[in-house]
């Protein structure tokens, strides 16, 4: 259950399952307490039968102001990536596991804060009506809070990343978020196996 007592996102789903109508009706969504300081709810974006459907954490502070997902610092590292594994960029919808910004204060400056497992859990009928939506034939998995929503609290990303795991007659793809190239202190090879990762998830949709 989520902090303020809500029963999470379920109740806010509209009639019309597609993507216009879901991101109308998440705009509204008081699911849990996160939507009383976020800026906006930041939902996926990218085209109706898209091939990938890559699932990060929750909006950055640049999501958040902008309303999209993945146009900060972190989605320019995707790009990059996703442009080197072959992945087009209008084959893939884009989107995360929590809908609005969890921060903490310090001084002027908005700290991430990582989702709870009562938040990831509230947002998830989003994820799910949009994987309903897409159906995409590759599901990436960017880092341990989407992990957790997509595939279960006992996948580990550090364990089984790389490897393409079944998800309801598709195949997911897990690697780490890309924000945490930014983070490591050998960017490069960290970078090198975000890449390797994604390179996985291209073949995986071929059919290789």
Same mark, same amino acid.
Do not use: H, K, M
């Given at each position: 259950m989520a902090k303020d007592g809500n029963k999470g996102a379920a109740s806010f789903l509209p009639d019309r399952l597609d993507l !216009?109508? &879901?991101?109308?009706?998440?705009? @509204?969504? *008081?699911?849990?307490?996160?939507? *009383?300081?976020?800026? =906006?709810?930041?939902? @996926?974006?990218? $085209? $109706? %039968?898209? *091939?990938?459907? &890559?699932? @990060?954490?929750? $909006?950055?502070d640049q999501e958040d102001r902008q309303g999209a997902p993945f146009v900060g610092p972190a989605g320019r590292v995707l790009d990059r990536a996703l442009a080197e594994a072959g992945i087009k960029r209008d084959e893939v919808y884009v989107t995360n596991a929590v809908k609005h910004f969890s921060f903490t204060l310090r001084g002027k400056r908005r700290i991430h804060q990582k989702p709870t497992a009562a938040e990831i859990d509230a947002c998830r009928p989003w &994820?799910?009506?949009?994987?309903?939506?897409?159906? $995409?034939?590759?599901?990436?998995?960017? %880092?341990?809070? #989407?992990a957790r929503s997509v595939l279960g609290p006992a996948f580990r990303v550090t364990k089984e990343r790389g490897v393409p795991v079944p998800l309801g007659g598709r195949l997911a793809v897990a690697t780490i978020h890309p924000? =945490?190239? &930014?983070? #490591?202190?050998?960017?490069?090879?960290?970078? #090198?196996?975000?890449?390797? !990762?994604l390179q996985v998830a291209a073949r995986t949709a071929d059919g290789s």
């Open positions: !216009d109508a &879901l991101r109308d009706a998440a705009a @509204g969504c *008081r699911g849990c307490d996160l939507y *009383r300081n976020a800026t =906006a709810t930041v939902f @996926g974006e990218g $085209p $109706p %039968g898209a *091939r990938f459907l &890559l699932v @990060g954490e929750q $909006p950055g &994820l799910t009506a949009e994987l309903a939506v897409v159906e $995409p034939e590759v599901v990436v998995v960017l %880092g341990a809070t #989407a924000s =945490a190239v &930014l983070r #490591a202190p050998d960017r490069d090879a960290t970078y #090198a196996g975000f890449l390797a !990762d």
